[in-house]
């Protein structure tokens, strides 16, 4: 396609009268804006190329036979083609998603055995560790501050802690 000195197809016409060309050459433009459009196409090169251009097209159009109908199988085709793409989309947005579920199930395989493991440890272990309420005694404050012996208060600090020691201990 030749190109003129403002970077414009030769074959373009120009902005203004572009658009009255078809109108002109169909017969529908009548008057003075008809003959304005004639002595344009007189004086522009580039209007009487697109104008020759469409002449051509429309004298092509005219010669050709009108097309028959789609055909029997048409409707057929298209359907064929419509699923087609159908079924590509699905496959398409399935394989986008399809990480997404892959690792949810893995999150959730792993939520259910860390629960089986609490609930074992729990049934279980847990119970093993733990002392029984029967075992368990009320500690008294007078166990610490009373001596076993209250004859003879303790003379020092290590005396009074020893003391302390040795009740705990005889209780258990």
């Known amino acids: 396609m030749a190109m003129t000195k403002g970077n414009e197809p030769a ?13 002109y050459l169909s017969g529908e433009l009548a008057g003075t804006r008809a003959k304005e459009v004639a002595e344009h196409l007189g004086a522009c090169a580039r209007c009487r190329e697109a104008f020759e251009l469409a002449t051509a097209s429309t004298h092509l159009l005219r010669a050709l036979a009108p097309a028959t109908g789609p055909g029997q199988d048409f409707s057929r085709l298209v359907m064929v083609r419509v699923r087609a793409a159908e079924e590509e989309r699905i496959a398409e947005r399935a394989g986008f998603w399809q990480s ?4 949810g199930w893995r999150f959730a395989a792993t939520a259910t055995l860390a629960l089986g493991i609490l609930v074992t440890y729990d049934a279980g272990w847990g119970r093993r560790a733990q002392p029984s309420a029967s075992a368990l005694r009320l500690i008294n404050v007078s166990d610490f501050l009373a001596p076993s012996d209250p004859a003879r208060p303790p003379a020092n600090r290590d005396e009074a802690l020893m003391m302390v020691a040795e009740s705990n201990y005889a209780n258990h």
């Open 100 to 103: 997404f579920v892959s690792l």
């Open 11 to 23: 074959n373009v016409a120009c902005r203004k009268y572009e658009p009255l060309l078809e109108d």
